[in-house]
């Protein structure tokens, strides 16, 4: 079956580095697309970021472009979220999650994907 487990998350200050990984099993990872969400206490669940299937091109929120960058290891089964010049408002629970049926319309959709990891928090204090 398959498995997500993350990893990374801490306390950090703002300004400050973290990078996510996100380690994979059950199923053949190279072929589905995985995505970052994140949700802090008492807001939606949000897209992050995501590195497509086939053509491992990366698609990233608004609020975290240029700071943000998400990366695959196909032979580790892992997927990376590389985290730089964290923000207080980067505070929260982070997920990964695939899907063996995505369509690229529905990428930054939390309920369209079937597999999550329990979740790891990061915290950035201001």
């Known amino acids: 079956q398959v498995q997500l487990v993350e990893s990374g998350g801490g306390l950090v200050q703002a300004g400050d580095s973290l990078r996510l990984s996100c380690a994979a099993s059950?199923?053949?990872?190279?072929?589905?697309?995985v995505a970052w969400f994140r949700q802090a206490p008492g807001k939606e669940r949000e897209f992050v970021a995501a590195?497509?299937?086939?053509?491992?091109?990366?698609y990233y929120a608004d609020s975290v472009k240029g700071r943000f960058t998400i990366s695959r290891d196909n032979a580790k089964n892992t997927v990376y979220l590389q985290m730089n010049s964290l923000k207080a408002e980067d505070t929260a629970v982070y997920y990964c999650?695939?899907?063996?049926?995505?369509?690229?319309?529905?990428?930054?959709?939390?309920?369209?994907?079937?597999?999550w990891g329990p979740g790891t928090q990061v915290t950035v204090s201001s």
């Open positions: 999650a695939t899907d063996t049926g995505l369509i690229m319309s529905s990428m930054r959709t939390p309920t369209m994907y079937d597999y």
């Open positions: 059950g199923y053949t990872f190279s072929r589905y697309t």
């Open positions: 590195i497509w299937r086939s053509t491992q091109n990366t």
